[in-house]
């Protein structure tokens, strides 16, 4: 829990802008990033229709241009966390409906190697390690980093803790201005509502495993850190 006097989400937006600890990574530790990616497309086609929006309607509404959103509901093209960022304001939705399937809300969530929801973001991509359970409490995520990728030059800023535990490679955490350099078996936990970003410093792909701990279910982490 956040202290006392930690400011609100919503009160906490920058300008210009997570326990499942070392068990669960040991778990992930050998787990491979060849998961099959999710029909996001045929998802998005489903809200698309389930609000009675042409394709021509969803793309001046998004700002998107209608030959890509015909792509990626055909499955043609993987799209990028910012785009679904953008459909989801459009769609008013959560950018993790993108995500559900017919057996949702589950209880208990066991995943097998290579059967995990994996998005594409900028520099790299994230394995949803919940895909079944409501989000809000605990969003573990399996992280893939390309050489040099970072957040971006804006904080991010969010309610709840955060929890990193380096798999693979060489990560910097700065947190509230203190570099806090991850190699592989480091782990960090930290207060969110501290301006944070993150950097994979090696020369090959880094890995971690990401843990973000909202309090507060309209929040959305998991876009502050990948929707650049």
Known sequence: MT????????????KGVSD????????????TTSAPKVDVGRRLRGLRGERGLSLRALAEKSG??????????????????????????????????????????????????????RIAFEHGSMEDLAAGMPRFGAEPILVTLEPGADSGKKPIVHTGREFVYCLDGHITYT??????NLEPGDSLLFEAYLP????NVDSTPSRV????????????????????
């Open 20 to 31: 499942g600890l070392k068990q669960i990574a040991e778990m992930v530790a050998n787990q």
């Open 209 to 228: 495993l990401l843990v973000l701990c909202p309090m507060d279910e309209r929040d959305q982490p998991r876009e502050r850190h990948f929707s650049r």
């Open 64 to 117: 998107l241009n209608i030959n890509t959103l015909s792509l990626i509901e055909n499955g043609h093209t993987s799209p990028s966390v910012s785009t679904l960022q953008q459909l989801a304001g459009s769609l008013e939705v959560s950018i993790s409906d993108f995500f559900v399937t017919e057996h949702e809300t589950k209880k208990i969530v066991h995943q097998k190697n290579g059967v995990r929801p």
């Open 3 to 14: 202290p006392n006097h930690a400011p609100h989400a919503d009160q906490i937006h920058l």
């Open 196 to 199: 944070h970003h993150w950097k």
């Open 175 to 180: 947190v509230e201005n203190e570099k806090n």
